[in-house]
């Protein structure tokens, strides 16, 4: 007998018995011991509501019903050989396991699934080690369940935030792992957490386990005898990405093909001084004469950091919620829009920069900056102490030097049981498609009855356009027109040639279906891999849209 015989859980994994899944739970029982396990089998387990508090087994932020994106059970193992058991049973079982580190993954989908009843792998609970912070190499070597806040702390408790600085997102309770490999950005002069890490260790759907780049070279001074995870790993492994042939570590990001045990990320040196700063455009058409500023700044690299020209309402909602600006059910009017701009004293446009380094370096910098930005009338400069009510600049001063927090997830709240998805396109840096963009989104948040709310992330040469889809989870309707905005968005989108970076679960396959140059090349080739190393489509299938051969599509649409 085992202490999962008398749990049924809610959803069964596909083509799975009751006994069979039993089964299944005793022996992994056997691999993590009960208490890492959990079959998710009453709506309890559905009533997690908050990032703090975040659900390890369905989607707090779901737009179709809460019970339709969820995990059969939630399995913790405790090292990497009981990863590799996991694995090999998933695949003697054929039961799909879906891997996550934290579960935050907040307007994607959280923890939850792609294909119900999936056996959520919760790769953070006990797998959190920092397993090495190098100064003279500035980078650090990281578990799944380490989040930005954990490495920031450890820095500071040893004293190292002098010598070196992380990159963190808006909220920094994700982890690092979960957070680069969905390729998410930051907003130091480290943002693209992608390009930043270095050194990977996989599962492979097999069992098997592969380090990276120069981590297949063994360190002669490794213990031969030790198991593969635990040998001290080449001392070049994260401080050189490609090693010898081919470069395989992008098909381990937003991917089904293998379980991140183990990653390196670049750590800044900490540039010895620092000014963040403000800049106010008060005309919503001031935004494309601020995009076409930026391109020549950013490419050029005197902006040193991933800016972001964020939307009023998205300030304006980390500061209140809408019921404390207006008592319309409308969408906000431009007339609105400016009168919450001139209560806040914000632009209907801002921008949220920083200059590194000493201050000598910093002037100069700021100088072209000011001089850039402040030909546009009306464009005003601020820095934090110009403002210190002006909770976002005040978050923003903290974050461009990457100290996390969890202030931003105050916009959520614009609605009453907010919730949110991303709509994330692609966008040149300039001023006609900014716009562009703007305009076609903006449009259609409003014919959903939603305010629109955004940010323009500035990448080294592109935008990440990051619309805010904020719905009340409570209310059908809400839920109804969201889905019907994120899904008639993707194709406005695509017919424009724009596309999105990265999805909730909802609308994966919507957009794997836009890249169809050459009849889906992209798709085929994502399948015959899967194919290759998966072949019994143990993980996360049906992630970013790609299926395994055991699956019928359309058997899964949303
Ligand atoms: P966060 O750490 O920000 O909370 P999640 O844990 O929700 O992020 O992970 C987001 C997504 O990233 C998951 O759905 C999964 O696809 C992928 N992912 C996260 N951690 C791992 C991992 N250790 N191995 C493989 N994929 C992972």
């Known amino acids: 007998s085992s202490p999962f015989d008398a749990e049924r859980p809610l959803a069964l994994p596909p083509n799975t018995s009751l006994e069979r899944f039993k089964d299944f739970m005793r022996q992994i029982g056997d691999i993590v011991g009960s208490e890492n396990a959990t079959v998710i089998s009453s709506d309890a387990e559905l009533q997690h509501e908050s990032y703090m508090d975040p659900s390890k087994a369905y989607d707090m932020y779901h737009i179709t019903t809460k019970e339709y994106l969820v995990s ?10 009981e990863v590799q058991a996991i694995v090999r049973l998933c695949n003697d079982f054929e039961i799909p396991l879906w891997p996550f580190s934290i579960g935050r993954n907040v307007g994607y989908g959280g923890a939850a699934p792609r294909v119900t009843g999936s056996v959520g792998l919760d790769m953070g609970r006990n797998m959190k ?7 003279e190499g500035a980078y650090a070597f990281v ?6 806040i954990d490495l920031h702390d450890y820095l500071v408790e040893h004293n190292l935030r002098e010598k070196l600085w992380i990159d963190v997102p808006d909220l920094g309770g994700g982890s690092v792992i979960g957070n680069t490999v969905e390729r998410g950005v930051g907003y130091t002069p480290y943002g693209d957490h992608w390009m930043m890490h270095c050194g990977m260790e996989v599962v492979l759907p097999d069992g098997s386990l592969w380090r990276s780049g120069m981590g297949g070279l063994p360190n002669p001074n490794a213990d031969p005898n030790a198991p593969p995870h635990e040998q001290k790993p080449n001392d070049t492994w994260g401080l050189f990405n490609y090693g010898f042939g081919p470069y395989n570590d992008g098909i381990f990001t937003q991917s089904s093909l293998g379980i991140v045990v183990k990653m390196g990320i670049w750590l800044m040196v900490n540039p010895g001084g620092y000014q963040s700063y403000l800049i106010t455009f008060p005309k919503d058409d001031n935004l494309h004469a601020a995009l076409e500023i930026i391109r020549p700044l950013r490419v050029g690299m005197v902006l040193q950091n991933v800016p972001t020209m964020r939307h009023i309402l998205l300030d304006a909602a980390v500061m209140g919620d809408r019921k404390s600006y207006t008592n319309s059910d409308k969408p906000l009017t431009d007339d609105e829009l400016d009168a919450i701009a001139t209560k806040l004293n914000l632009g209907r446009w801002n921008f ?13 910098i700021l ?13 005003k400069y601020f820095e934090p102490e110009d403002m210190p009510d002006n909770l976002v600049l005040q978050t923003r001063h903290n974050t461009l030097q990457g100290i996390p927090s969890t202030t931003e997830l105050k916009w959520v709240d614009w609605l009453p049981n907010g919730a949110h998805l991303f709509f994330s396109p692609i966008a040149k840096v300039s001023g006609d498609d900014g716009v562009a963009q703007y305009e076609v989104t903006r449009t259609r948040c409003e014919e959903a009855g939603f305010d629109f709310i955004g940010t323009f992330v500035v990448g080294m040469r592109e935008m990440h356009h990051i619309v805010c889809i904020v719905f009340n989870r409570k209310d059908p309707s809400s839920r109804k027109r969201a889905h019907w905005l994120i899904r008639t968005l993707i194709d406005d989108a695509a017919e424009r040639g724009w596309g999105e970076y990265r ?6 396959d919507q957009i794997a279906g836009t890249y169809s ?6 798709m085929r080739l994502n399948e015959k891999i899967k194919e290759a190393l998966d ?8 992630k970013n849209g790609i299926w395994p051969k055991g699956y019928k599509k359309e058997d899964w649409a949303i």
């Not at 100088?367 to 464009?379: D, E, S």
């Not at 999805?503 to 994966?508: E, I, N, Q």
Request: aromatic share 8%; glycine share 10%; net charge positive.
């Open 129 to 135: 080690k920092i397993l090495e912070v190098n100064t």
């Open 72 to 81: 059969s059970a939630v399995v913790a193992p405790r090292n990497v050989p």
């Open 143 to 148: 578990e799944p369940g380490v989040t930005f």
């Open 535 to 542: 072949p019994k489509g143990i993980i996360s299938p049906g």
């Open 503 to 508: 999805t909730h679960l909802s609308v994966m």
């Open 517 to 522: 140059f050459n009849d889906h090349a992209q």
């Open 352 to 364: 949220y920069g920083a200059v590194y380094g000493p201050k000598p370096i910093r002037d100069v």
């Open 367 to 379: 100088q072209v900056i000011k001089g850039a930005f402040l030909q546009v009338p009306g464009a």
